[in-house]
C-alpha cells in the first residue's frame, strides 16, 4: 500500500509492475493499454472488452484464486492480452467524421504530429 499518488506517478508504478491487483474498472483499461497483467478482484466488470482481449482476468474476491492467480502470473502463465480494435487514440476522429457524414458536410483531416 501506498499514500495517493499523482496520476503519472502511478501510471508509472503500473507500466512497471509485473502484476497489478485492481477492481477500478479504469485501471483494467489501463493495464490492458499497458499490457500489463491484471487481476480485477470484482465478480464481474463493467470492462468485459479489457478481459475477452486485454490481460485482465476476473477472480472475484476469494483469497485463494487471488493468490493462485497472482503466483501464476509470477510464474510466467500470463494471459497473452492485445489492445482492443478501436482503442487506437482515434475515437474523436471518428465522432468527427460521423457527424460531418450525417450534416453532409466535408472535412480534410490535417495532423500535427510533434
Known sequence: ????????????????????LTDSGGI???TTILG??????????ERPVAVTQGTNR????????????????????????RVPELWDERAAERIVDL??????????WVFLIP
Open 99 to 108: 457527424l460531418m457524414e450525417v450534416r453532409g458536410w466535408a472535412c480534410n
Open 36 to 45: 500489463v497483467p491484471c487481476l480485477t478482484l470484482r465478480k464481474n466488470t
Open 58 to 81: 476476473i477472480v472475484g474476491c476469494d483469497p485463494q484464486r487471488i493468490v493462485a492467480g497472482a503466483l501464476g502470473i509470477l510464474n510466467g502463465k500470463n494471459k497473452a492480452g
Open 1 to 20: 500500500m501506498t499514500e495517493s499518488l499523482e496520476y503519472l506517478a502511478f501510471l508509472n508504478l503500473m507500466a512497471n509492475a509485473r502484476l497489478v
Open 28 to 30: 483494467q483499461e489501463e
